[in-house]
């Protein structure tokens, strides 16, 4: 018996996580890894979380702690979040706020409250794989998102109608990009409020390296030029998402979205039917280490990563032959390197794990059509100084015996 016959169709869409699979190398001994996008767990503020665990679970605050919450999320939470979204200039409220699990799960929900099978996302090319995992399994076409402006939202249109959808969101990491690191600059984000606002579609702005910024100016995020705009976040058709796991800690899965509060209603209802609330207790937790010492914490972080971004910037300088170009970001935890066109990420990795026990990320895993296979990602925040020259040595000799 196999019940495979009778799955939804949709499920033919679901691809397994090339980043997820390749988490597993971190457990062989001798790999050089840079191929997860996860922080360094040596600087997770674990002692915090253990006394803010204890508090919450203390006799006079564990019925709270242990019990079913409302979807929304924690109030004292969405409160601080509050504060934090305004001095970023957006001002909201609570109701403006929803607490999920992680921003992965606000990406799950936004494609499940905007598409339809045969409906259009635009998307970067490269951008996150994990949003084209979530957007997937609800059967949408994607079509490119150009951000310079010379592409007319008429034509958006009538690809996506001769595809036989509507376009229904442009989603975008323009801060510290996964996988590039890339940031776009002011006038890129006003052209994407001009596309949406042509379209009459969302902007879905994934926010979850806004705060590790290491030199450069800040620049605002595009749900805050939209309130700018329209001088109410009521009017607005950004969608904010944020996350404390590059912040924090990953693992609590704490994430959250700002939009106008008839999107909040709408995701609050798809929580109530998927999981009801995230986990209470570590909504309380987070909010109570947040509040205690974000700012500081954040501080150490950009002081640590910003060393490690410097020191991969140089190592690669030093070791990689001619030929090999790579961006050099602001912030965040990625370097996108691209190779001589004739050469394939994805060949290059097994060579560099056979022969030379590194890793990272091919590129062509963050392309919606599968192109960019001469390009790879490479994470510095989870290595050591000593590791990125290391490793880039390594991956510097990969590469010279594939050009030859």
Same mark, same amino acid.
């Not at 579609?201 to 910024?213: G, H, M, N, P, T």
């Not at 020191?311 to 935890?333: D, Q």
């Given at each position: 018996?196999? $019940?495979?016959?009778?799955?939804?169709?949709?499920?033919?869409?679901?691809?397994?996580?090339?980043?997820?699979?390749? $988490?597993?190398?971190?457990?062989?001994?001798?790999?050089?890894?840079?191929? =997860?996008?996860?922080?360094?767990?040596? /600087?997770?503020?674990?002692?915090?979380?253990?006394? &803010?665990?204890?508090?919450?679970?203390?006799?006079?605050?564990? &019925?709270?702690?242990?019990?079913?919450?409302?979807?929304?999320?924690?109030?004292?939470?969405?409160?601080?979040?509050?504060?934090?979204?305004?001095?970023?200039?957006?001002? #909201?409220?609570?109701?403006?706020?929803?607490?999920?699990?992680?921003?992965?799960? &606000?990406?799950?929900?936004?494609?499940?409250?905007?598409?339809?099978? +045969?409906?259009?996302?635009?998307?970067?090319?490269?951008?996150?794989? +994990?949003?084209?995992?979530?957007?997937?399994?609800?059967?949408?076409?994607?079509?490119?998102?150009?951000?310079? *402006?010379?592409?007319?939202?008429?034509?958006?249109?009538?690809?996506?109608?001769?595809?036989?959808?509507?376009?229904?969101?442009?989603?975008?990491?323009?801060?510290?990009?996964?996988?590039? !690191?890339?940031?776009?600059?002011?006038? *890129?984000?006003?052209?994407?409020?001009? @596309?949406?606002?042509?379209?009459?579609?969302?902007?879905?702005?994934?926010?979850?390296?806004?705060?590790?910024?290491?030199? *450069?100016?800040?620049?605002?995020?595009?749900?805050?030029?939209?309130?700018?705009?329209?001088?109410?976040?009521?009017?607005?058709?950004?969608?904010? #998402? +944020?996350?404390?796991?590059?912040? /924090?800690?990953?693992?609590?899965?704490? +994430?959250?979205?700002?939009?106008?509060?008839?999107?909040?209603?709408?995701?609050? /209802?798809?929580?109530?039917?998927?999981?009801?609330?995230?986990?209470?207790?570590?909504?309380?937790?987070?909010?109570?280490?947040?509040?205690?010492?974000?700012?500081?914490?954040? !501080?150490? $972080?950009?002081?640590?990563? !910003?060393?490690?971004?410097?020191?991969? /910037?140089?190592?690669?300088?030093?070791?990689?032959?001619?030929?090999?170009?790579?961006?050099?970001?602001?912030?965040?935890?990625?370097?996108?390197?691209? @190779?001589?066109?004739?050469?394939?990420?994805?060949?290059?990795?097994?060579?560099?794990?056979?022969?030379?026990?590194?890793?990272?990320?091919? !590129?062509?895993?963050?392309? &919606?059509?599968?192109? =960019?296979?001469?390009?790879?990602?490479?994470?510095?925040?989870?290595?050591?100084?000593?590791?990125?020259?290391?490793?880039? $040595?390594? @991956? =510097?000799?990969?590469?010279? *015996?594939? @050009?030859?």
């Amino acid at each position: 018996m196999s $019940l495979e016959q009778v799955f939804a169709s949709r499920t033919s869409q679901m691809k397994a996580s090339e980043i997820r699979e390749l $988490l597993k190398l971190l457990e062989q001994p001798g790999i050089l890894s840079f191929a =997860g996008g996860i922080p360094d767990p040596n /600087l997770f503020p674990a002692e915090a979380f253990s006394e &803010a665990y204890a508090r919450a679970l203390s006799p006079e605050n564990q &019925a709270v702690a242990l019990q079913y919450s409302v979807s929304e999320g924690y109030l004292p939470l969405r409160r601080w979040l509050v504060g934090q979204m305004e001095r970023m200039g957006v001002p #909201c409220d609570v109701d403006n706020i929803l607490i999920t699990s992680g921003s992965q799960q &606000a990406l799950d929900y936004l494609g499940k409250l905007f598409l339809n099978a +045969g409906d259009t996302a635009l998307v970067e090319g490269p951008t996150y794989m +994990g949003a084209l995992g979530a957007f997937r399994a609800y059967e949408p076409r994607f079509d490119r998102l150009s951000v310079n *402006g010379n592409r007319p939202a008429q034509d958006y249109a009538d690809a996506a109608q001769a595809a036989g959808g509507k376009v229904k969101f442009a989603y975008l990491t323009p801060d510290f990009a996964n996988p590039t !690191g890339k940031t776009m600059d002011l006038r *890129g984000r006003e052209s994407v409020l001009d @596309l949406t606002e042509a379209l009459d579609v969302a902007s879905i702005e994934d926010a979850a390296y806004q705060a590790l910024r290491y030199d *450069g100016d800040s620049v605002p995020p595009i749900l805050a030029l939209e309130v700018a705009r329209k001088g109410d976040l009521e009017a607005c058709r950004t969608i904010y #998402c +944020g996350s404390f796991s590059k912040t /924090l800690t990953p693992g609590l899965r704490v +994430g959250w979205v700002v939009a106008a509060k008839p999107v909040i209603r709408q995701l609050v /209802l798809t929580k109530q039917a998927s999981d009801l609330h995230s986990p209470t207790i570590n909504q309380i937790v987070v909010h109570e280490v947040a509040a205690r010492m974000f700012e500081s914490h954040v !501080g150490t $972080l950009r002081q640590s990563y !910003g060393a490690r971004r410097d020191a991969m /910037l140089a190592a690669l300088e030093k070791h990689m032959p001619e030929g090999v170009e790579w961006t050099r970001p602001e912030g965040g935890m990625f370097v996108w390197m691209t @190779l001589p066109k004739n050469m394939d990420g994805a060949s290059l990795l097994a060579e560099a794990l056979r022969s030379e026990m590194v890793a990272f990320v091919p !590129g062509s895993a963050f392309f &919606a059509d599968g192109a =960019g296979a001469n390009t790879l990602r490479l994470n510095f925040s989870s290595p050591t100084v000593e590791q990125i020259d290391e490793g880039m $040595l390594r @991956l =510097g000799r990969v590469l010279r *015996g594939a @050009l030859t």
